[in-house]
């Protein structure tokens, strides 16, 4: 396992998964509708994150190990630009992970990518049978009526007041 010392963070990486401890903060409610960097406005209730490296819509798994609580949040901002924190995080994702009311904790960043098949099937699926269309004659209607019509007064309708 490789240990990196930056500041007060400590960044670990190991080889089957990207781990990274360090210190995350979380957005002022004064950034509630503001654009973020990736054009869109920040909602203070959407599982979201700024983070420097990953990029724009990468998952992340973020735990605080403290209290074993653990959110999926979307890179959608660039930041901390403070060397002390690794991430921030959006209103809602700090406060499911209990860091609201210290403002910053030690977290855990995992990237995180989502199963194709969220469960496995306990059973085969039934055979579906093939679908059989059959096709019946068209009902054969005489001639509409307003095919008869025509611009050309007919002879024997024309009366003597047309004369």
């Known amino acids: 396992m490789l240990l ?30 503001r654009t973020m960097s990736n054009g869109r406005p920040y909602h203070r209730d959407s599982m979201t994150c700024a983070h420097l490296k990953f990029p724009f819509g990468t998952m992340l798994k973020v735990k605080n190990p403290i209290n ?28 499911e992970l209990g860091l609201i009311h210290r403002g910053w904790a030690m977290v855990e960043i995992t990237p995180y990518i989502p199963q194709k098949v969220p469960y496995k099937l306990k059973q085969e699926l039934p055979e579906i049978p093939e679908l059989n ?31």
């Not at 930056?6 to 509630?32: C, M, P, R, W």
């Not at 096709?135 to 047309?162: L, N």
């Open 68 to 95: 074993d609580k653990e959110v999926i949040v979307t890179v959608t901002d660039r930041g901390p630009y403070s060397k002390r924190y690794i991430v921030d995080l959006s209103r809602a994702a700090a406060k």
């Open 4 to 33: 990196f010392l930056l500041g007060a963070n400590t960044h670990v990486f190991a080889e089957e998964q990207d781990t990274i401890i360090g210190k995350a903060s979380y957005y002022s409610d004064k950034l509630h509708g």
């Open 133 to 163: 269309i059959e096709y019946s004659p068209i009902a054969i209607y005489p001639d509409p009526a307003w095919k008869d019509d025509s611009i050309i007064a007919r002879k024997d309708v024309v009366t003597e007041d047309y004369k």
